[in-house]
């Protein structure tokens, strides 16, 4: 769907789908070769069974059926992962399931679970389920923050089923403004981002339109800001 060649040049980590909203065997092939030429770190990415709705739109699911789920998915990156002798870094849930598990904890354990028999780290939402979890079952946790999505008055991230255009300077605001003030923009002001984070991984979504510019202007000013922090 994007410019996976450009973004892999600009990015740290990358979440790979596993099949169920996009991606097959072929091109979760690719992916990870493209990643391991570009030393870049890969996480799973899995989601709900939905590509019609890209992964994008609430199904039901129990906490054990969607652990099984996830472990289908997971299961399968790994094995390419094998092929290359790459590690696992990370799982990262998609679209509707990482909003789900973000505000449901039986939800949450489930995907963490996961994260947890394979023996990685879960990326998510900070102050939600995904960090309570992640505690609760002792599973190494990075915080996320999303450059180019919009976040409500409380602080919460909206999850849309289709990435409008963003423009280069508010993305430009809002990475600066969480860099140098641990500030997280939202459509009506500013909220400061959850207590004890002081990490975190900065998302650029590959459909949204202008990605490979919003991933260089974000990489630009992360690689400023940890300049000065290694200082």
């Given at each position: ?23 097959d ?8 070769l ?48 094998t ?61 996320e923050?999303?450059?180019?999505l ?13 990435h ?59 690689d400023?800001?940890n ?5």
């Amino acid at each position: 769907m994007g410019d996976d060649d450009s973004l892999m040049k600009t990015i740290h980590l990358a979440n790979i789908a596993c099949g169920f909203h996009a991606s097959d065997f072929s091109i979760m092939n690719k992916t990870v070769l493209l990643a391991k030429e570009n030393g870049v770190l890969i996480g799973a990415h899995p989601s709900l069974p939905d590509r019609q709705g890209f992964g994008r739109r609430e199904m039901m699911m129990e906490p054990e059926e969607l652990a099984s789920c996830f472990i289908y998915q997971v299961g399968a990156l790994v094995g390419f992962l094998t092929r290359y002798g790459l590690p696992l870094n990370h799982i990262k849930p998609h679209g509707s399931v990482y909003g789900m598990t973000a505000r449901d904890m039986p939800l949450a354990r489930a995907a963490v679970g996961v994260a947890k028999t394979f023996g990685v780290a879960f990326m998510g939402l900070a102050g939600t389920c995904h960090q309570v979890a992640a505690k609760e079952l002792d599973v190494p946790f990075i915080a996320e923050w999303f450059a180019d999505l919009e976040y409500s008055p409380e602080g919460k991230l909206i999850i849309t089923k289709k990435h409008d255009p963003v423009p280069l300077n508010a993305v430009h605001n809002r990475v600066t403004k969480l860099l140098k003030e641990g500030q997280v923009t939202t459509t009506s002001g500013f909220v400061p981002l959850s207590d004890g984070v002081t990490d975190v991984s900065i998302c650029c979504h590959s459909d949204t339109p202008g990605a490979v510019e919003i991933a260089q202007t974000v990489k630009a000013l992360v690689d400023e800001s940890n300049q000065k922090l290694a200082v």
